[in-house]
């Protein structure tokens, strides 16, 4: 535990020093002061002016991001969880509180909400500065311009300086496998929304800089500056180009665009390789080390799950459900271990090559170590596609991986009670949640909450996807030590539907196939020190590869003709360099942990249902009961069936007992809305609503 502290005391104080330096650089007193001095000392021949840059903007995230993988392994190795040893801090609960519940920003907590009025200050606090530096010392760009055209220009110039302050954010959220996000107790899927906060901010800031500077041109006769490409100054053609292709991302990903063409924003999204591109070569190199720390790392991940998905995984089985659900189980290592609630990105090539989907990991693995399963509603274009092709013969299905990823712990532990609330398809993240506290509920010294399901479904044929709470090994004596009531309720439908309850579960049995492999970490079983080997590897050859190049090539250029090297030439030399150290460190380290695994790996029997061996029998089996229009036999005495009714969900969050009940909600915006102003209300002292996100 002490060296824990002191970790994160470490990670406080470089971050809060980092944060400092954003604060200060738009200041009288760095500009003046502060940057002859630094650049005298930090900008040699073997870095040239982006010394400064790299040592008080790069290093510490990047120091942040090696050093906490130490802590996140070390953490993991030492996990013990015991709910009674959780330490209740009502100042910390308040501050977690759903504080703003409205459309589009969501469900924004009282920490959130202040952390986003700060950051607003420190953007206003820049460009304030920014303007009262740059008005001080006005330059005159034009013969007989006018005094309020500069600083019309300045004015645009500063907001490209500000919303540089958004992307030096902008990529930490997107970072699946991310080392700095688990320090703060996030994961990429519920840090989504500030990517999407920055993403906003961000182009609304570079749509006034590119803006101002075109109505500047016009007004001062120089348009023909647009088609600009300078040698030894920023290029604006580069800028335009890449304000382009931002504008097409920025308009398909409104929430109305993406859910009505939800392919077409999958597929416009990816022009950030081309933005970010053309961004670099806009700002030149020494603006590039201000925001590298969140691309670099978002590199590194990238990377990785690229390496990661170029591998089939063993489909053993898929399971499909009356109600258009299909259970997917696949192989694992048994050294790939994750938490409740984390996703598996998966790509089936024979549908889409391009397009991958995120789906709750539903098994649990510590009572299933050697398979993992995914649960997928037929609702979109691509799950129907999915569904039918395994509804036809098939004996072998090609899927790719990617994660799973997920939170770093099983926080929800800490409560006294549970109440979980869900519509559809929502009842997947908490088929994991009960699986964890079933296995915890085994052990003796611990106490584990108790828990309440709120699930609402259209239809009684939804009611089968009850049948997945218990692994398929599951006995009622799997849960006789832990209180478990289930309410579940079929709106649309006033009585039991007998069709239904007469469906059957058709199980379909994959051949195996020697291309395929268990799915497995990225970078092995230990994956958080291989990802801070990775990190500080390929950053320390970023570095040296720098060094050289400057100091070799550039350098002497610069003296034998007497002129600053290109600088859309030294921004390209950057990302050359940035590539090629996270691809040679990531590959080298990806094939070393893969041949460890290789040699390690074992043929693993997913399930205990006996697969069939006479070669001219069937691929579809069917078990042999009939799926009940309520959970199977071992639940049925803690399920409450309600048909022709929807869930009162402030009345049973009111009547719930204890002073500290733990509330997780999955469904329907509007559901998850409701039960968010309900936690907020009078009710909050004993409601703590979880800060979990299932909306991707």
Wanted: some cysteine.
């Amino acid at each position: 535990m002490g060296m824990e502290t002191a970790l994160r005391m470490i990670f406080l104080v470089v971050f809060l020093g980092w944060l400092m330096v954003w604060v200060l650089l738009p200041t009288k007193t760095y500009k003046q002061a502060w940057t002859p001095k630094l650049n005298t000392k930090l900008n040699s021949t073997y870095f040239g002016e982006q010394g400064t840059n790299l040592l008080l903007f790069t290093f510490p995230m990047m120091f942040i991001a090696s050093l906490s993988c130490v802590y996140l392994h070390f953490q993991k190795k030492s996990k013990n969880f015991n709910s009674k040893s959780v330490v209740k801090s009502h100042s910390l609960a308040f501050w977690r509180r759903p504080l703003l519940v409205m459309a589009p920003l969501g469900i924004v907590t009282t920490m959130e909400l202040a952390f986003a009025a700060m950051f607003i200050a420190l953007l206003i606090w820049s460009l304030s500065n920014y303007l009262y530096v740059s008005f001080g010392h006005l330059h005159m760009h034009k013969a007989g311009e006018k005094v309020w055209q500069a600083k019309f220009r300045s004015v645009s110039l500063r907001l490209g300086y500000v919303g540089n302050i958004c992307w030096a954010f902008l990529f930490f959220p997107v970072s699946r496998g991310s080392s700095i996000l688990p320090l703060v107790g996030l994961t990429s899927e519920s840090s989504i929304k500030y990517h999407i906060w920055l993403g906003h901010l961000s182009m609304i800031l570079f749509a006034s800089h590119t803006i101002g500077f075109i109505i500047y041109w016009a007004m001062t006769n120089q348009m023909a500056e647009m088609l600009e490409w300078s040698k030894d100054w920023v290029p604006n053609v580069a800028g335009e180009i890449a304000i382009v292709f931002a504008m097409a991302m920025w308009i398909t990903s409104f929430p109305r665009v993406r859910r009505k063409m939800f392919e077409v924003f999958f597929y416009t999204h990816h022009l950030y390789v081309l933005y970010i591109f053309f961004y670099v070569l806009h700002v030149g190199p020494a603006y590039f080390c201000m925001i590298l720390p969140g691309i670099f790392l978002f590199l590194v991940d990238r990377f990785l799950r690229f390496l990661q998905s170029r591998r089939s995984s063993e489909l053993v089985s898929a399971r499909l459900l009356p109600c258009g659900t299909v259970e997917l189980n696949f192989s694992k290592t048994p050294g790939l271990t994750y938490n409740p609630t984390s996703m598996l990105f998966i790509n089936v090539p024979s549908i889409s090559k391009l397009q991958w989907h995120p789906f709750t990991v539903t098994s649990n693995c510590n009572m299933e170590p050697d398979k993992l399963s995914i649960v997928i509603k037929r609702e979109g274009r691509w799950s129907q596609k999915l569904y039918h092709e395994l509804s036809s013969s098939v004996d072998h299905l090609k899927v790719s991986v990617e994660g799973p990823y997920g939170p770093t712990s099983s926080h929800f532990l800490r409560h006294e009670s549970l109440v979980m609330v869900s519509g559809g398809s929502g009842i997947t993240p908490f088929i994991s949640i009960i699986r964890e506290i079933i296995f915890q509920s085994q052990s003796a010294n611990l106490d584990v909450p108790r828990v309440q399901l709120i699930c609402a479904f259209k239809d009684s044929a939804d009611l089968t996807m009850l049948d997945l709470l218990l692994p398929i090994s599951g006995t009622h004596t799997q849960i006789s030590k832990m209180q478990l009531q289930i309410e579940a309720y079929v709106t649309r439908e006033n009585e039991q539907s007998f069709t239904d309850s007469q469906k059957l579960l058709q199980t379909i049995w994959f051949k195996p196939d020697p291309s395929d492999s268990p799915i497995s970490p990225a970078v092995g079983p230990n994956n958080w020190l291989w990802l801070g080997v990775i990190i500080s590897s390929s950053f320390v050859m970023f570095l040296l590869f720098l060094g050289i190049v400057t100091r070799y090539y550039i350098f002497p250029i610069e003296q034998k003709t007497n002129e600053s090297y290109n600088f859309s030439s030294r921004a390209l030399w950057d990302m050359f360099l940035v590539c090629t150290s996270i691809f040679i460190a990531s590959s080298a380290i990806f094939l070393w942990c893969k041949k460890q695994n290789s040699m390690e790996l074992k043929p693993i029997q997913n399930l205990e249902v006996p697969t069939p061996t006479s070669p001219g029998s069937s691929k579809f089996y069917v078990t042999d009961r009939e799926l009940e229009s309520h959970p199977q036999q071992s639940l049925v005495q803690a399920t409450k069936v309600h048909f022709g009714a929807r869930p009162d969900l402030e009345k049973i969050l009111a009547e719930c007992k204890g002073s500290d009940i733990g509330v997780l909600v999955c469904g329907p915006r509007k559901m998850r809305h409701e039960v968010a102003k309900i936690c907020s209300s009078g009710l909050a002292d004993k409601l703590h609503l979880e800060s979990i996100s299932f909306n991707w």
